[in-house]
Nanobody
Framework: QEQLVESGGGLVQPGGSLRLSCVVP????????MSWYRQAPGKERELVAS????????KYVDSVKDRFTITRDNSKNTLYLQMNSLKPEDTAVYYC?????????????WGQGTQVTVSS
């Protein structure tokens, strides 16, 4: 699997916003559905959102619906996660991976992730 490179994390106050990016090397990005995952301290990694290759379909877990938006730019091989109205419980390391709404146990390879900390 190509190395996935996540970025854009940081420290933000509750109610704030961040936009995460994930760059996927190679020539087949548009062929793949993509997803964002996160792992909070002491917790299992969990799925956050998914998007199909054409961006026609997106899906979110209930805890982020109406706050997070997953998008992609196939011309840049880049996946995005716009996170608004952030809450302390969104604090986690965020990862991207291939596939649509697959459980994190499907994967053995992950990028380095990007840390998001929501705190006042």
């Amino acid at each position: 699997q190509e190395q996935l490179v996540e970025s854009g994390g940081g420290l933000v106050q509750p109610g704030g916003s961040l936009r995460l990016s994930c760059v996927v090397p190679g020539n087949s990005f548009a062929s793949f559905a993509m997803s964002w995952y996160r792992q909070a301290p002491g917790k299992e990694r969990e799925l956050v959102a998914s998007i199909t290759g054409s961006s026609a379909t997106t899906k979110y877990v209930d805890s982020v619906k109406d706050r997070f938006t997953i998008t992609r730019d196939n011309s840049k091989n880049t996946l995005y996660l716009q996170m608004n109205s952030l809450k302390p419980e969104d604090t986690a390391v965020y990862y991207c991976n291939l596939g649509f709404f697959l459980p994190p146990t499907e994967f053995t390879s992950w990028g380095q992730g990007t840390q998001v900390t929501v705190s006042s």
